[in-house]
């Protein structure tokens, strides 16, 4: 299975008019690995998607599933199916006949086909409405219906297009779990396209970061998380802080950076940095600690302009003279030990293994456009 | 809405007391010639009524002073039938193709707003001085039925824009993607939803080619359509049979709009029984 | 994101449109040429020569008739535009913003378009037994004893042909009223009123701005339908006044086929400039796109 199902897209370019949407790709997604694609609107996730589903063609390139060539063959018959971001289920038609709607069309009689839809819907649990029009259904339900319409087919890739945007948080989250269910118990590919990074980090085996029709990072989403590339891929997927700083000296692979406002960072691993280059490396934000004193190294002194109780830590942004907030999270016990107020001029500091150099160069804000 | 907790002012009243007389203004004198097209056989144009009969009805099929009515009837009858089927298939793949871009859309489009706004009877003169220069004879069944598609056309193709505003593309998408060929997409997915639209582009397709009479009087060439015919009634008939045509044509009229929201309300309500798991 | 349906040919819009395309063309596009060239073209009144001449045009032109004509078209176009529009906007600010159980604005909203699908004619034949002589309204006077006399200027006037106009016309005025109206966020109202505006302030500065694309658009299908009737002035008003058209009718049943085209291209003329000044005023276009 997983080798039929493994997607090689090599050089693929999508033009609109003069515009990239998709430039010059390399992607290898494993067969039967449930891979996230995210990035802000407009980075070309979607129509990543769509040529892997045939609804779009690649202006150039090639795109294999299970090793067969699949560039031009047609919609349908290429072993993909999609679910559409808002179903797209047939409005005239039962849950019945929208999940039997491809054996219709490959011409299956009525009642065998009917039988294996309802077989379907019993799998998504909705046999019970089976002679319901999908206008009666709850966004939740609608999503199980695309999802046995989906696959019914039988695909060896799964495509799943913003699968959970539509729902509310509660339904979301639930949704989340069944999909990882679903994709454990059958094994095929799944490719999701999200903008939201706490669904690809929890759902993914691989993750691919797109910007501006590119891929910045396609990795484990521990690796994407950890180990970022670019102060892109920190910024947007969370958790870090981005520094700036030029390189003083290497010793090794380890090398030491000064930030603007005089401050020096180790960073234990930047190979191929040379002294006197302006850098950029990213400091987890869980990974630091509050000083009554300024610190030696490793650290920094800023102003507090907000602090926001999240529950099980605290998030406490501090004005550094940059442009670019620098966020602490604090395990709320310590917080709450000592609470800081607005205004306040604090130190903070960090072991050099939270530091990581970002070698890309992509330096975009990272937040999500909106659409 | 917030609106609902303000109570009815003097302001509804007075606008309701508008609306109403508005009402009364549209449908008060098609009311009185439908009671005056009842009048008996010796009754005049106005009231009083002198007695209740079917006799001016009658006359109408009787008497030869109206001319061909019965043969202009069955003309306007069978033009409004292929002037319906024409319009809506025309209209339903020019929507269809609407929602690209292709070269020539954007005047295409002001043509057919043109041949709405531009006085029916110039464009009559028109397309009958073309079949003229071209050698072609004036035909009801041609020029006539040309005349009458250069008016439901457009009106037609306004409709399908309004109808394919909410028919979401991802359908079609979601079809293609399960496998389904063009054409299977066109039968079991396009058509079928957009069919209760489809019903009222051929309800203009229809209504408005039975009701058309500036482009038809220089086109439909020696023989004429009711419009016409009921024209020329108007300044040469002085007996309530005017009034007894008119009836006859507005029933016809009033029966294919109610068959035509019949047929849109019987498909919701099919749609809506099958939601309750029927 | 695109809409382009990827793997369908390139050619599919073409193949799809090509009929109404061919049928425009043929019927609308060709035909007004044709009207256009037979404007410059002589004619006996027997038969017409194809060759260029500025004689219909010369003759159009310097008639005091013309003048007359298009000034009593105007006036009617004028007088209609007005009647309808207040009537057209009352009635829909009633539908959208007092009627407010959804089924009945749709119900009294087809109440007022259901005329739209029936005879125009016999619409306007109904008016006969209504204004006459002998007719409905001059016994209800009489009989009121407001009047003595029957009134003779309720039909075949200028006054019938008027009210005929606002009969048939008015519904396309209201429809595309309605529709700006039924777009208006009634929060925009809301807020209005939360700043302390009066009902008289919320309908100028909210309403009636907002309604502007329904207004022009309705008053374009208004000044086309009056300027291109010939039929209701001809019979509403008795044969004693004419328009453009019913003079351009009358030319042509006496078979003066190119005069009535110079009259029709002129005609054509005056309308696209009313319609220009109406789109100058309101850009309909990007309003509609909204």
Redesign the interface.
Known sequence: MSDASRIDISGVTKLYGPVKAVNNVDLVIEGGSYCCMIGPSGCGKTTLLRMIAGHEAPSSGRIAIGGQDVTHSRTGSRGTALMFQNYALFPHLSLTDNVAFSLRVKGEATEPRRAKAREMLDRVQLSHLADRLPSELSGGQQQRVALARALITNPKVLLLDEPLSALDEFLRLRMRVELKRLQNELGITFIHVTHTQPEAIALADQVVVMDHGLIEQAASPREIYNHPHSPYVARFMGGQNVLAGKVESISGDAATVTTADGHRHDLPSAPGVTPGAEIRFSVRRDRIHILPEAPARNGLTGKVINTEYQGTFVKVALDTGTREEFIIYMPDEAWFARPISVGETIHATWEPAASHHLKGTNNSAGTPLED | ????THR?GL??YL??G??AL??I??????L??FI?SFQGPTG????PLRGVSTHWFGDLWTSTRYGDLGGAFRRSMILGAMSLLITA???L??G???????I??GP?FY??I??????????G???S??FQ?LGFRLNWWLSGL??H??WT??FG?LIMFAVLNRF???????????????S?TLR??TV??LFPGLIAVA?FGF?LS??E??RSL?TVGGKNTL?IE??NM??NVTTPA??AI?TV??VI??A??AAAFACIALIQKR?AR??R?? | MSRSSGRSSPLTPYLQVAPLALIMLAMVGIPLITVLLLSFWQSDGISIYPEFTWANYQQVLTSPVTLTLFLNTLKYAGLTLIATLLIGFTCSYFLVFHVRNLKWQIGLFLLCTIPFWTSNVIRMVSWIPFLGREGVFNQALISAGVIDQPLDILLYSDFAVVLTYIHLFTLFMIVPIFNSMAKINPNLIEAARDAGASGWQILWTVIVPLSRTGIALGAIFVVTLVMGDFFVVRVMSGGQSASVVSAMKNQIDQLFYPEAAAMAVLLIVVVLLMVSAILRIVDIRSELAK
């Open positions: 809405m917030a609106q609902a009815r302001g509804f606008l309701a508008f609306f508005f009402v203004f549209l449908y008060g004198p098609m009185v010639i005056l005049g144009l106005t009231f298939v025309v209209c793949f020019a269809l193709a609407f929602r690209k871009r292709f020539g859309a295409l043509l057919a043109t041949s709405l706004v531009v006085p029916g009877i110039l464009l003169l028109g397309i001085q073309l220069l040309g005349a598609l250069s056309l457009p193709l979401d593309s991802s359908w079609e998408e979601a079809a293609r993607d399960a496998g389904a060929t063009p299977q079991y997915v079928p939803i309800l209504t039975y009701d009479m500036p220089l419009p009921i024209s108007t300044t005017l009034y008119g044509t507005s009229s009033f294919v709009i749609r099958a939601k798991g029927a």
